[in-house]
């Protein structure tokens, strides 16, 4: 059974938060748990690893307007980078449904709905567009 | 020790040294953590567990941040432009996995120097867990000139 949504959710603004000042501590845990990046040398300029930038999210796994549904799980994501993050950094992050669509698998029919995240700094240049593909059966 | 690479001695179809790893519980917690990611299921198994799972999990999000720890390694002072993961089974703790990549496409333009590649993350038993893609921006090839 396809999933009902309401296409008018398309391109709406369901979310919008204002993240930081982001501090050289979140930066270095961040990359203490990952080992994305190495670890800087103490005084060398501090720039966050390419995937810190999730965490620059709200609290809505999805918008309030799509009702009963269950929620889904993460199906994947696309992360496109713009500048990177350094301490100070004040991120403003909007998020809004990007794509709904269907998807028809060996175990039946599948609804997607991509969420995306748009995330600036206090300059407002963009420091990443970063689109959560969700899915819901 | 990762080998590593610059854009004149990399050809398409190169394959990245692969990072071999077992996350521990704490591991994946700790990332949970420092990512602002701290449901039940990526805390630990009895969080996971009175979600309703076996056990438990690590984010998707920490599958991107192994696939950009491959990149990074494989290609000093790169810049990752674009990055995507599909995730295909929950990555588990206490289960020995491999992240792979392959280059898939190289080429010049007047914004710079770019490899795609291929990613994998895989199970022991060579089962996908998540696949995806990445986009690099490499300093420019070394030409005559800028050798001085």
């Known amino acids: 059974m396809s999933l009902q949504i309401d296409r008018a959710l398309l391109g709406q603004e369901f979310e919008r938060v204002v993240i930081g000042p982001v501090t050289a501590e979140e930066i270095l845990e961040y990359i203490a748990a990952t080992a994305e990046i190495a670890a800087p040398a103490a005084g060398a300029d501090l720039v966050a690893p390419p995937t810190f930038v999730v965490r620059a999210r709200g609290n809505l796994f999805k918008p309030p307007r799509l009702g009963e549904i269950q929620l889904g799980f993460d199906a994947g994501k696309d992360i496109e980078f713009g500048v990177p993050i350094r301490p100070g950094d004040v991120l403003t992050s909007l998020a809004t449904v990007h794509d709904i669509y269907e998807k028809t698998g060996r175990s039946g029919s599948m609804s997607f709905i991509v969420l995306r995240t748009v995330v600036t700094n206090q300059r407002e240049e963009l420091v990443a567009v970063v689109d959560q593909r969700m899915m819901y059966r | ?148």
């Open chain 2, 1 to 148: 020790m990762v080998e590593q690479l610059d854009f004149d001695h990399v050809d398409v179809g190169h394959e990245l040294c692969p990072l071999r790893l077992t996350l521990t519980g704490e591991q994946v917690a700790r990332y949970a953590h420092a990512a602002r990611l701290q449901a039940g299921r990526f805390m630990s198994d009895d969080g996971a567990r009175r979600e309703g799972l076996p056990g438990q999990i690590a984010p998707g999000n920490m599958s991107l941040a192994l696939f950009s720890r491959l990149i990074g390694q494989s290609f000093p002072g790169m810049r990752l432009r674009h990055l995507s993961a599909t995730f295909r089974v929950p990555l588990q703790p206490r289960q020995r996995i491999t992240v792979r990549g392959v280059v898939t496409e190289k080429h010049v333009s007047d914004q710079g120097s770019f490899l795609d590649c291929d990613l994998v993350l895989e199970s022991e038993e060579g089962e996908r867990w998540v696949t995806g893609t990445a986009r690099v921006a490499l300093p420019p090839p070394c030409t005559a000139a800028s050798r001085g």
